[in-house]
């Protein structure tokens, strides 16, 4: 098994370089082989500003001295600063080549987050109804691509990072795109700009089931939302979209950057958090979490074009408005959940995991051969004895 297996956490992302370590030493112990950070580009930055750039070098120091890899969204701030016109696009494609430049522990780079919906990409929709989210995010995504690669060519670029559900429905109040549509609409888009260049390594989707009960071999075998069970309909969604074209499409690694399972919390534990837990959520025991996380694993190490998989997050937010899906509560103390995750790591690092015996909400996996040798590689993290270097550029 080759899929990295880390959490999407902010945490570690801290300009005090004792504090991000010890939110990354949380998520070691844990059994973590990576963790997903965020940078939050705005308007006019063509460069990362230096309070976020002392939070990234030390995040990303902290993972070179833990054995953890990070990767790093790329992203603005909502939808009201979605970079739309030709200079905002340059401005945050500069961006992004600075922090490849600046900070040479991030090579594996994530560009925007979920951008078919509309809580992180506006307008999602024309005025006769067309797409026009994915021709934006197309153009955006290739530009920073661009970017990327002229700083360093083996930087690991992945586009995408789609919500696994959405309307389609222009007329609705809350402007969305399903993955199926979106991902459809970026090839079109693609193929469109005439381009004969990739504009992306790898594809990045958020498998969230509908809310945290429902388990994650639970298929979406009519409708448009993507889940962990429905590998095969992404990966032809995939071909369709890129296949013949200079973007690899069936074979394009799959990273899921996101993946959370709500839990109850204790009654010990609860002055930790404030707040009110939404009707929606509907969380799970820890030992339905634990469970539903190894499985989710053991599901993606099983799918043949799966990299890495993220959990959100390594610890619980506080406001039960938000996401209690951590392996930790939200006062560092570890839940049960982390010795099943941890294990779980373990059996599938180990190569101990027999892909006969899991669940695929389908009939089988797609067969597909590995990425090709000239494709580039997701990075792991780096020696820490060259940390000096890496950290010096």
């Known amino acids: ?99 490849t430049r600046r900070v040479p522990l991030m090579r594996n780079l994530i560009i925007g987050n979920e951008p078919n919906i509309n809580r992180y990409w506006l307008p999602q929709f024309g005025p006769n109804g067309q797409d026009v989210a994915a021709r934006s995010y197309e153009k955006l995504l290739a530009r920073t691509y661009d970017a990327i690669k002229a700083v360093d ?30 991902i459809t609409d970026l090839g079109i888009a693609y193929r469109q700009s005439g381009r004969r260049k990739p504009i992306m390594d790898g594809f990045a989707l958020h498998p969230y089931g509908e809310n945290s009960s429902v388990a994650p071999d639970i298929s979406h075998d009519t409708g448009t939302a993507i889940g962990l069970a429905d590998y095969d309909t992404l990966v032809e969604l995939l071909g369709k979209a890129f296949n013949g074209t200079a973007q690899v499409g069936t074979k394009l690694p799959i990273v899921y950057d996101e993946y959370g399972i709500e839990s109850v919390i ?45 959990l959100f997050h390594v610890t619980d937010e506080s406001n039960l408005g938000r996401w209690q899906s951590g392996v930790y509560y939200a006062d560092g103390t570890p839940k049960s959940t982390r010795a099943i995750v941890k294990q779980a790591i373990q059996q599938i690092h180990d190569g101990g ?18 990425t090709p040798a000239n494709d580039p590689k997701p990075h792991r993290a780096p020696d820490s004895s060259n940390l000096w270097t890496l950290l010096s550029g």
């Open 266 to 310: 204790p009654a010990a534990e609860i002055h930790s958090y404030s707040g009110r837990e939404p009707k929606t959520t509907k969380p799970v025991s820890e030992a339905i979490q634990g469970k539903y996380y190894t499985e989710a694993l053991e599901m993606a190490a099983c799918q043949p074009t799966v990299r890495a998989m993220f």
């Open 1 to 99: 098994m080759t899929m990295t297996i880390g959490a999407a956490e902010d945490e570690g992302r801290n300009a005090d370089p004792a504090v991000a370590r010890a939110k990354v030493d949380l998520a070691k112990a844990a059994g973590f082989q990576a963790l997903r950070v965020t940078a939050i580009w705005a308007p006019g930055d063509r460069a990362v500003p230096d309070d976020q750039l002392a939070a990234l070098q030390s995040v990303a120091a902290a993972g070179a001295f833990d054995g953890i890899a990070i990767y790093t969204t790329i992203m603005p701030y909502g939808s009201r600063t979605t970079p739309l016109t030709t200079k905002a696009q340059r401005q945050f494609a500069s961006f992004a080549a600075d922090l």
């Open 153 to 182: 060519g083996n930087a690991f670029v992945i586009g995408g990072s789609v919500s696994p559900h959405g309307s389609d429905d222009p007329t609705n109040i809350r402007q969305t795109h399903s993955p199926t549509a979106f």
């Open 353 to 370: 995991l027999d892909c006969s015996l899991v669940p695929s909400g389908d009939d089988g996996w797609t067969e597909i051969a590995d």
